[in-house]
């Protein structure tokens, strides 16, 4: 089946300093990609979509100059995370759409910490 | 955004006994999807029903949809220690663009 590879899994920042989360898709073309996020014990929550060759769609109360998206190719969206402060520490997890309107795919979540 | 509730929040139940985890949802779909996921780690996708389906099985889950009410329900039979998971509705508008929109989950607990 397709497959959504997310890196990092995990990674552990000082504040002030910026981390880029890499989400590919491995074995389909994805024009549309999504990145949630997740604090503990809560549910997952859309941040933004990332549409291939445009500007990303943000949800409401989402910082798009905190939280760069960028989506340069079919397979390959990137989540920035500039001048991470402690309350961005959180569970990251992006998707992928095969085909479409097809079935959407996950990656496995980049755990990010911020001291 | 979320689409909506999911009860209870949190459920214990002992080794072998069912349980059953709601979801109500507020705009149309195209499908509703359940996922899984342990503690600390990824999503797993269980079971996918359609909006023109009611009920479908999957070895020990049950989902059933009820698109008049808004709401699915996932029931898992004879519960095992390995279920201890959080358990997440996600409502899907089948629209290139779109994603799943996912529910406040179920954190259930088995214990032996």
Redesign the interface.
């Known amino acids: 089946g397709a497959v959504v590879s997310q890196h990092p899994s995990r990674v552990i920042c000082k504040s002030g300093t910026s981390v880029k989360i890499e989400c590919r898709s491995l074995d389909f073309q994805a024009?549309?990609m999504?990145w949630?996020r997740q604090f503990p014990?809560?549910?997952?929550?859309?941040m933004a979509?990332s549409?291939e060759g445009s500007k990303a769609t943000y949800?409401?109360g989402v910082e798009k100059d905190k939280f760069l998206i960028n989506h340069a190719s079919l397979t390959l969206s990137t989540l920035t995370v500039t001048s991470a402060h402690p309350e961005d520490s959180s569970?990251y997890?992006c998707?992928a759409?095969a085909g479409?309107?097809g079935?959407?795919y996950?990656?496995?979540?980049t755990?990010l910490s911020v001291l | 955004s979320q689409q909506g509730e999911e009860d209870p929040q949190a459920l214990s139940i002992q080794e072998g006994e069912n349980a059953t985890m709601n979801c109500s949802y507020k705009t149309s779909i195209n499908n509703l999807q359940w996922y899984r996921q342990n503690s600390g780690r990824g999503l797993v996708h269980l079971i996918l029903i359609r909006s023109n389906e009611r009920e479908k099985h999957s070895g020990r889950l049950r989902v059933t949809l009820d698109t008049s009410k808004k709401s699915s329900s996932l029931l898992i039979t004879a519960s095992r220690a390995a279920d201890t998971a959080s358990y997440f509705c996600a409502t899907d508008a089948g629209q290139a663009g779109t994603a799943l929109i996912f529910g406040k989950g179920t954190t259930l607990s088995v214990s032996s």
């Open positions: 024009t549309t999504f949630y014990k809560q549910s997952l929550m859309l979509t549409n949800e409401q569970f997890i998707s759409r479409g309107a079935i959407q996950f990656g496995a979540g755990r």
